[in-house]
Each structure stands twice: as C-alpha cells, then as structure tokens.
C-alpha cells in the first residue's frame, strides 16, 4: 500500500469518527501541557540557578570596591590523555574571567579558551614533567595544557588542580570577590546581590562553604534525574490513555466492520462525505458532427485494493 493512500485511508477514518479521534487530540494536548508545565519548570529552575554569567560577572568586576572577581563552575576530575581512564583523577575548575587573578603564570602561557593550565601538584599527578599535553573528562572532553601556575590567595584551593579557561560556558555556581578595603564590604555585598538578582535570595549563599561545588553538582544530577523519570511517567501513561481510547473504539465498531467483511466489503472503508476521499470525475462528453452529447452512464471511482487482518485504526496505534 503506497504511503499517500495510507495517509489518505487514516484522515477518513479520523473523520468517520470524529468523538474518537477528539477524545485522542485531547489525551495528547493533555499529556503536552502536563509534560510542559513540571518537566519543563524543573528544567526553567536548574537554568535559574545560571544567575552567575557573563554579564554578571562583568557588571561585578567593574563595581569600583571590587579588587578581584572570578567565577566558578562545578569541579570535574581529569586524566593524562596519553594514560587515559587508568590514570591517577585531578580535579580541574571551569574558571570564567581573569586568569591572572587566580595564580601567577610560571611557564608557557595563559590558556584561551578550552584550554588549561596546571599546577605542580597536578603535575605530579598527571605524571609530566613539563607543562604540554592534555588531559580528557570521562566524557572523553580534551583540554590540552599550555602552561603551569602556582595558585594565589583566595585561590589556595586550586593548589593541586587545573585551571580551565571556561569563556565559552555562559554559567557558573560560584562567584569569588576580593574587596579593596574592609569598610566597603557591606555596601559592596548589597550591590553584589543586587547585580546577581537570584529570584529566590534564600539559596544564594555569601560565604560558601568548601563541599558547596560537589553539593550543588549532586543536587543538579538528582534535578535532572527526576525530570527524566517524570517525562517518562507523564509519556508512558498519556500513551496508554490514547491506546486505550482507540482500542474502545475499536472495540464497539468491531460488530460493524464484521458484518462488513461478512457481506464482502474488500476495499478500505470510507464514508462517501469524507473530505478526504478522492473525488469523482466528471461525466465523459462525447462530440459527433451532428451536435454534442453527453453520456448518461455513470462513473465510479476505483480506489487501491487492500486488505488487513486488523482494523486500520488498530495498526495506527
């Protein structure tokens, strides 16, 4: 059967049945709307958590209190590419902003973006003896090393890790800032928030304690672990209601479409009102060279034969 007759054959059934096939249209736009509004507002709340941005961390760095300002992403554990997965993990940090800010340059040069730097802790552990190579992510992402530096205060942290110029990642979780002088440290702290503009203050933390990276990578991996199981949910069982209204329907037609086959009914049914069904052609005109005359027998429209065991509203569940 060739796929335009199908098509044609499934809009004339639609429109035979016009409370079955309503009663479908309503289950799916309903199993939409429910996908859209929980699944889709989970993934509106994750992308919230992205108030750490570029233009943000700008606005922030231009503030004329603010002596260093740098952001952070979620921390992520690396391999010597040339090892691979059998090697020793170091922890490697997206950073977004001045580099120079986080640690003094010793050798080779500053990253761009996609690129890293290394310490001598990290070093040690990736097993090189001069700052070249690349390390990759268990997502076999590769960031290749272009120079080393020694971490500087309040960077201590990245002492035994990469630095990742992570420009081209629009987001971050956290955001470190120096202030020039004591005395401005409340007002700059307000403007601070004020720029950031979270919509809920209450989970933006001023002073972040030291496991707040892997917490908040935990707690995104749970958000979107639930979004998935609650788009399968919402999928499977919007699924087994649209079944179920079809395989209703063809139950309660199942006597009339027998009684069909029963009397020889051999070629797909159609109702003659069916806006799908091909139409007639116009009666054949015959001329002679007395005068026109228009033939009385009349035509019927042959359609494609074909015969299923099964209902075709079945099949097309």
């Not at 199908?6 to 049945?17: N, V």
């Not at 002679?288 to 209902?311: D, I, K």
Request: aromatic share 6%; charged share 10%; glycine share 10%.
């Amino acid at each position: 059967m060739r796929i335009g007759a199908l098509i044609r054959e499934a809009l004339a059934a639609a429109w035979a049945a016009k409370i079955p096939s309503g009663l479908v249209a309503l289950v799916a736009a309903a199993m939409c709307f429910v996908a859209l509004s929980t699944v889709g507002q989970i993934a509106a709340n994750t992308q919230e958590s992205g108030f750490i941005n570029t233009r943000t961390l700008n606005l922030v760095a231009n503030l004329s209190t603010v002596q260093t300002a740098v952001a952070i992403g979620a921390p992520f554990d690396t391999v010597n590419g040339r090892i691979g997965s059998g090697g020793p993990p170091v922890a490697a940090w997206p950073v977004h902003g001045n580099l120079a800010q986080v640690g003094t340059l010793l050798r080779g040069r500053w990253p761009r973006p996609g690129e890293a730097v290394v310490t001598a802790g990290a070093m040690r552990r990736l097993g090189l003896a001069v700052p070249i190579g690349y390390v990759t992510t268990s997502t076999s992402q590769q960031y290749p090393i272009v120079g080393k530096i020694a971490a500087i205060a309040p960077f201590d942290d990245f002492a035994d890790g990469i630095v990742v110029n992570a420009a081209d990642d629009p987001t971050a979780n956290e955001l470190r800032v120096v202030i020039s002088a004591i005395p401005a440290v409340p007002a700059t702290q307000k403007a601070v928030l004020t720029i950031l503009a979270p919509q809920d203050p209450g989970s933006v933390y001023v002073e972040s304690p030291t496991g707040l990276a892997e917490l908040t990578q935990a707690v995104g991996g749970q958000l979107a672990g639930y979004g998935r199981s609650l788009l399968l949910l919402i999928l499977g069982v919007g699924a087994f209601f649209v079944g179920t209204v079809v395989l209703s329907d063809i139950l309660i037609r199942r006597r009339d479409l027998g009684r069909r086959r029963t009397l020889g009914a051999t070629a797909p049914i159609s109702p003659p009102w069916s806006p799908f069904a091909p139409s007639p052609p116009p009666p054949s005109v015959h001329w002679s060279a007395a005068s026109p005359r228009v033939s009385s027998t009349p035509v019927r429209a042959t359609r494609p034969h074909w015969t299923s065991p099964w209902p075709l509203p079945f099949l097309l569940c």
